[in-house]
């Protein structure tokens, strides 16, 4: 107690330095606890609307789909007879919220003048919109239900496909798709609803019912090529696809009569190998991912700025004190004061410069990120309009105050271990 | 009954590549209880020796013992434990910490050398600090004090963990005539009052007077040691 009260007014002794060196070290606890709020809030929010709209939490293929995602290939389905095994598998999971069963494929679409190419994902409504909540939400014309949003019949289609082909609700449409054995079928639909144009690349996705997918491609069996899965808790993601990996690396290859493996590629039955599917997280799928590690590691070179200011001013502070105070070192070593207490006193005083900054800078982030919370920031990010809700990270906060102090205190111990080794005898000759 | 024995101590200091003898064997039996004052001219060797008793330092040749115990063989920890159960310094400079006030000045041998209990340590710096005269300014800092003032601090916390032996090395050569004499006066007393050994270094024809025993230094060595026949007491 006595040691943290001599060494509390030895930092006070000099007050502007002090506090030029604690206001140095609060704004870069303030900045690592602002940025990380915001980035991981920015994260989050971009995350949310990824895998709430259209990615769900995981996918599963047939092996080898993802690398040829481009071409929405429909001769790498999931085959129907492993299907009720990977329903059941799901269905069982405690983890799982909701699974959806998707036909992807690419089609064209013409309004009987113009027309154009876009991508489609036929779904069962009900299942999709349990796996993607916020799918409905973002059709902003016509039938929002999250049971109804896709009927037998009925399309939606993203903002710009309705502007470029002057498409509305209930315009007719014809879509012409090449099916997997290579034949071109056509289908007339109408439009019931217009979504924002997140949902694909450069906003070219539409959905439609899977019985319409079916009938347009000509298929007879299975015919899925994805299954998006929602997880009750996101935070389970990495335990969750671990588990179901391993599961599903039993579904081994069928046997040579199945057509599905017959009508595939020698090259693609080789890639297959042992395991039929495969599964990817979100992280996997998005090239957000990347930017989401940008964000994670520019969080990380801020805490490593953060680092090397505490180093540079708490060592710059105690070196000063250390050389400004030989002959008071050599006083109280005279005394008789045990030089690890000498030690104690001056690691006490760079502990306590940088735990008090520390605290003064998460104080400061916290109130800044409440503000910031308040204000209920929207930006646009690319097509999506994000609000910038940012939460107080606590986890950002230990992690500052753990670092702050640990760094303090090196970078005290060599000026408190120069105190503690001086002779007493060579100290008051500087007095 | 010898408190501090030297047994031909030498201490040389290395400058350069050039050895500098400053104190050359050295003989000496000093008595417990007595006022002790080494004298002589500047350079001569007296703070060496005052560094070498208060195991400040270490002789290059010869061994000296204080209660028995021979400092040659102590660590820097084991040093520093003894010079705080067994020697209090006064210093010129009066070296008090400015961030302390007048009590916890008096109060931190005892808690953060001695560990003394709170109630016992207030009893017992409340009571130096009543001795000097003191007891009104004890919540004054350093910086409010006059040099005499200080000195009185000085004494108080060089007395408090009541050790066996105090040092002085030119207690008064900061002070004022006036200021002086009272500085040895009290010292005289707290002699009295704790039966502890003083041993000064000076230059103060008063601190000489009030001296029991007189060694003089030359050069490093002791040329002449003597009982005070004017000695007076402190009176």
């Known amino acids: 107690m006595k040691i943290i009260k001599i060494a509390w007014r030895n930092l006070l002794r000099y007050k502007r330095r002090t506090l030029l060196t ?27 609307i990824l895998t709430n709209t259209n990615l769900g939490d995981i996918q599963i293929h047939r092996k080898g789909y993802v690398s040829s995602i481009d071409n929405l290939p429909l001769d790498l389905t999931i ?70 949003f896709i009927k037998p019949g009925w399309i939606v289609i993203p903002q710009n496909i309705a502007a470029g082909l002057s498409l509305k609700i209930g315009s007719d ?24 144009n997140i949902l694909g690349p450069q906003g070219k996705d539409g959905y439609m019912h899977i019985n319409d997918a079916i009938s347009l491609l000509r298929i007879e069996n299975g015919g899925i090529t994805e299954i998006a899965i929602k997880l009750k808790n996101f935070d389970t993601l990495a335990k969750t696809y671990s588990q179901l990996k391993a599961d599903l690396s039993q579904f081994k290859e069928p046997e040579a009569a199945n057509p599905l493996t017959m009508n595939t590629s020698p090259n693609k039955q080789a890639q297959a190998g042992g395991s039929i599917l495969e599964i990817h997280t979100w992280q996997e799928l998005s090239p957000f991912a990347s930017l989401a590690q940008i964000v994670t590691l520019l969080i990380i070179v801020i805490r490593i700025v953060l680092i090397f200011i505490v180093l540079v001013s708490v060592l710059n502070v105690m070196i000063m ?4 105070r030989v002959g008071e070192i050599g006083t109280i070593a005279s005394i008789g004061t045990l030089p690890s207490r000498i030690m104690a006193l001056f690691l006490t005083e760079g502990l306590s410069l940088g735990l008090l900054s520390a605290i003064a800078g998460s104080i400061l982030g916290s109130v800044i990120l409440l503000v910031i919370g308040a204000a ?20 950002e906060v230990l992690l500052a105050l753990i670092s702050v102090v640990i760094v303090s205190l090196l970078a005290s111990f060599q000026p408190a271990l120069k105190a503690s080794r001086m002779q007493p005898v060579e100290a008051l000759r500087h007095v | 009954m010898s408190l501090v024995t030297l047994e031909n101590v030498g201490k040389t200091y290395i400058t350069g590549e050039i050895p500098v003898p400053a104190l050359k064997g050295i003989s000496l039996s000093l008595e417990a209880g ?20 208060g195991c400040l330092d270490k002789p290059t040749e010869g061994k000296l013992f204080i209660s028995g115990v021979e400092i040659n063989l102590m660590n820097r920890k084991v040093a520093a434990q003894f010079r705080g159960d067994n020697i209090g310094f006064i210093f010129q400079n009066f070296n008090l910490i ?38 009104e300014h004890k919540n004054k800092y350093p910086s409010q004090l006059s040099g005499g003032q200080k000195q009185r601090v000085s004494i108080a916390r060089a007395l408090v963990s009541q050790p066996k032996l105090v040092l002085a090395d030119e207690p008064t050569a900061n002070l004022d005539h006036a200021t002086a004499y009272n500085v040895i006066k009290l010292m005289h007393e707290m002699k009295k009052e704790f039966n502890t050994t003083f041993i000064f270094a000076t230059h103060d024809q008063k601190i000489v007077a009030e001296a029991e025993v007189i060694h003089t230094i030359e050069d490093g060595v002791v040329v002449d040691s003597r009982e005070n026949k004017s000695f007076a007491g402190g009176k």
């Open chain 1, 22 to 48: 604690s206001a140095l070290i609060s704004i870069g606890v303030t900045l690592v606890i602002v940025f990380g709020g915001i980035g991981n809030s920015f994260k989050n929010e971009v995350i949310g």
């Open chain 1, 79 to 148: 085959p129907e007879q492993t299907l009720p095994r990977i329903e059941k598998l799901l269905s069982d999971d405690p983890d799982v919220k909701a699974y959806s069963e998707r036909i992807r494929f690419g089609s064209l679409i013409s309004n009987f003048s113009q027309t154009t190419n876009m991508r489609f994902t036929a779904v069962y409504p009900e299942a999709e919109s349990a796996t993607c909540p916020g799918l409905p939400q973002r059709i902003k014309t016509g039938d929002a239900n999250p049971c109804t």
């Open chain 1, 173 to 196: 449409v014809v879509l012409v798709a090449t099916n997997k054995d290579g034949s071109v079928n056509g289908l007339t639909l109408r439009i019931s609803g217009i979504s924002e």
């Open chain 1, 321 to 324: 004190s250390v050389y400004e």
């Open chain 1, 376 to 395: 209920k920031l929207h930006f646009t990010f690319g097509m999506m309009n994000l609000m910038l809700a940012p939460q107080i990270p606590a986890g």
């Open chain 2, 34 to 53: 007595k006022f002790i004052s080494f004298i002589g001219p500047s350079g001569s060797g007296k703070t060496t020796l005052l560094n070498l008793i």
């Open chain 2, 98 to 135: 400015p961030v302390l006030t007048v009590y916890e000045n008096v109060e931190y041998p005892l808690i953060m050398v001695q560990n003394v209990p709170l109630q016992k340590r207030k009893h017992q710096v409340l009571t130096l600090l009543e001795k000097v005269g003191m007891t």
